[in-house]
T-cell receptor
Framework: KAGVTQTPRYLIKTRGQQVTLSCSPI?????VSWYQQTPGQGLQFLFE???????NKGNFPGRFSGRQFSNSRSEMNVSTLELGDSALYLC?????????????FGPGTRLTVL | QQQVKQSPQSLIVQKGGISIINCAYE??????FPWYQQFPGKGPALLIA?????SEKKEGRFTISFNKSAKQFSLHIMDSQPGDSATYFC????????????FGTGTRLKVLA
């Protein structure tokens, strides 16, 4: 069974731009969660989608948004990029909503904001 | 009160030695304590987890020790191998719910051959 895939793997943007990241979950998984990983803050939860609905949201500004499609694929969008948005963005899929013990992470998208 | 403090930040261990990573929390509502292992270029992978009704859980060479009164838990890697070299994260949550999942800042482990 294929794992969680994220595209692109690397991205360079400039301040003020917007970016869209994509995540394809493991087949059959309907929950997709997004995390931001930085050296200073570690792993921080962004939001979780299940069956195309956002179930939970972390403490991030409204510039961070997401959506999930009927095939469970998810996209995350960051508008008006800031230097501090440079991070590794991870998505994780699970067959169950709100269950981190059944969660599998993708390799991440490394975003650099110049 | 929502923090999970992890130490040390980095750790170097000889092959065959014991690696010990510690985490401390404040929120007594936390009741699920997982550890994740992350290799360079990969996402974290769930390694082992414990709930506060037990004081220790062992899976192969990996053991979680849990001290509820001290609000601390630790990961022990016995007979550490070079292949264990990775970054380890502890975490805590109320239930296994994603939205209340708090991660430690990570420990970079290097096991020397």
């Amino acid at each position: 069974k294929a794992g969680v895939t994220q595209t692109p793997r690397y991205l360079i943007k400039t301040r003020g731009q917007q970016v869209t990241l994509s995540c394809s979950p493991i087949s059959g998984h309907r929950s997709v969660s997004w995390y931001q990983q930085t050296p200073g803050q570690g792993l921080q939860f962004l939001f979780e989608y299940f069956s195309e609905t956002q179930r939970n949201k972390g403490n991030f500004p409204g510039r961070f948004s997401g959506r999930q499609f009927s095939n469970s694929r998810s996209e995350m969008n960051v508008s008006t990029l800031e230097l501090g948005d440079s991070a590794l963005y991870l998505c994780a899929s699970s067959p169950l909503a709100g269950r981190t013990d059944t969660q599998y992470f993708g390799p991440g998208t490394r975003l650099t904001v110049l | 009160q929502q923090q999970v403090k992890q130490s040390p930040q980095s750790l170097i261990v000889q092959k065959g030695g014991i690696s010990i990573i510690n985490c401390a929390y404040e929120n007594t509502a936390f009741d699920y304590f997982p550890w994740y292992q992350q290799f360079p270029g990969k996402g974290p992978a769930l390694l082992i987890a414990i709930r506060p009704d037990v004081s220790e859980k062992k899976e192969g060479r990996f053991t979680i020790s849990f001290n509820k009164s001290a609000k601390q838990f630790s990961l022990h890697i016995m007979d550490s191998q070079p292949g264990d070299s990775a970054t380890y994260f502890c975490a805590a949550s109320v239930g296994s719910g994603t939205y209340k999942y708090i991660f430690g800042t990570g420990t970079r482990l290097k096991v020397l051959a």
